[in-house]
Each structure stands twice: as C-alpha cells, then as structure tokens.
C-alpha cells in the first residue's frame, strides 16, 4: 500500500545544515513533495521534485532523490531559528490526485 | 493573486451535529483538495474536486461531502459529527494538479 515515513524528531545548531529523511513506498509517484508547517498554520510548499530527477537546488534548499531505495531528503543549509517547524514529506498518488504525507518531522533549532 | 482562504478559522460543535467548512480556492485553480489533519498526524485525504466533480475520495465514511462551485470554490460537509471528527481541516488548491497549495486550516473542535 502507499506509506510514507519520516523520522519524528530533529535537533540542530544555529548555522548548521539540517537533513530531513523520507522514505515511500510508491515507486510510480509523479512528484514528491516538501511542505512546512509553522505551530497552527497552514502547510506552506517547499519545493518538490519530479521523480526522474537526482536532485533539485533553490537557495538554501537542496532536494535528494533515491528513486531506488524510494528514498527523499530535504537538506537545509545554514539552518535559522525561523526554520523551527515541522516538516513533512509527500507523494503524489499514481492518478495525481491526493497527496500521502508522512507524520511530519519536528526540526528544532538552537541558538 | 489572492491564495487560498478558508472560513471559519475556528469552530466548536458538539456530537451529532453537522458542520459546513468553506474554502475559496487561489485564481486561476480549477482543482480543489481537502485534507483532514488530526493533531501531531500528517494530513490525510478526504476528497478532490475537479469542475465541480468529485475526483477522487480517500477513505472516509459517507458522512464527509463535498461541493465545487462554479467559481472553484468549495465546502466540505460532515454529517452525525463524533468526537473523533475534532482536528484541523485543510484545504488545497491546484491546476493540473501538480503544486497543491494549503489554506490555514479549519480547526473544528467536537464536544
């Protein structure tokens, strides 16, 4: 079945770089996708990337894509206290419609 | 460009009420999603509509409906509501469904 699982819990440095993980299960998603979500908001897009890409940059944030081991990471370079919020990684179902989530990674950032 | 709102911001029911939870989707989005996000769980599918059809429905019961709006807009109704109901409801907007983009969310409260 579709699943999507990421770690719950991240803890960095000021000026750090941050890595998120994911892994998926289904192997003819579309797009994957980075979303934030800050304490009672919406989720805001990232970024994402389209499943024969390796890799995909934007400014601070760097994308990895395993279409193999159907394994995705988000890196954040210079990591802020802005960026304390949780993160959550997603497919596209195989028709495009519905995204699957994962259950979020926390990322806290200490001054 | 105006994105994606969705009203109210809050709502307190209780068991066996109905609920109506609106969502204007961003210009130019033909395509509306609702996700139903309980807390400290990623967000989980409930439905899509596309011109004014539903196109596609996760695994809820039939007491979750929906409607799409001429203008792309959308409600989410839930029916017999149950304590379990009590989460943040997020709405998503799209064209050609690739970057689903999030509203801040309903956050219903079932006494």
């Known amino acids: 079945g579709e699943d999507v699982e990421q770690s719950l819990f991240l803890s960095v440095r000021e000026g750090d770089s941050s890595v998120i993980n994911c892994t998926y299960t289904?192997?003819?998603?579309?797009?994957l996708y980075w979303y934030k979500q800050e304490p009672g908001a919406g989720l805001q897009l990232l970024t994402y990337?389209?499943?024969?890409?390796d890799m995909k940059q934007d400014q601070r944030l760097t994308v990895l894509l395993n279409k193999k081991d159907k394994h995705l990471s988000l890196r954040i370079a210079d990591t802020q206290t802005g960026d304390s919020a949780i993160y959550f990684c997603?497919?596209?179902?195989?028709?495009?419609?519905?995204?699957?989530f994962g259950q979020g990674t926390e990322l806290s950032v200490k001054p | 460009e105006t994105g994606v709102t969705q009203s109210p911001t809050h709502l307190i029911k209780t068991r066996g009420q109905q609920v109506t939870l609106r969502c204007s989707s961003q210009?130019?989005?033909?395509?509306v999603s609702w996700y139903q996000q309980a807390l400290g769980q990623g967000p989980q599918f409930i439905f899509q509509?596309?011109?004014?059809?539903?196109?596609g429905r996760g695994n809820f019961p039939p007491r979750f409906s929906g409607l799409q709006f001429p203008n792309y807009s959308s409600e989410l109704n839930v029916n017999a509501l149950e304590l379990d109901d009590s989460a943040l409801y997020l709405c998503?907007?799209?064209?050609?469904?690739?970057?689903?983009?999030f509203g801040p969310g309903t956050r219903l409260t079932v006494l």
């Open positions: 210009s130019g989005h033909n395509t």
């Open positions: 990337i389209f499943s024969n890409m």
């Open positions: 997603a497919e596209n179902d195989n028709q495009g419609g519905k995204l699957i």
């Open positions: 998503a907007s799209s064209s050609q469904g690739k970057e689903q983009f």
């Open positions: 509509y596309y011109r004014e059809e539903e196109n």
């Open positions: 289904d192997s003819s998603s579309t797009y």
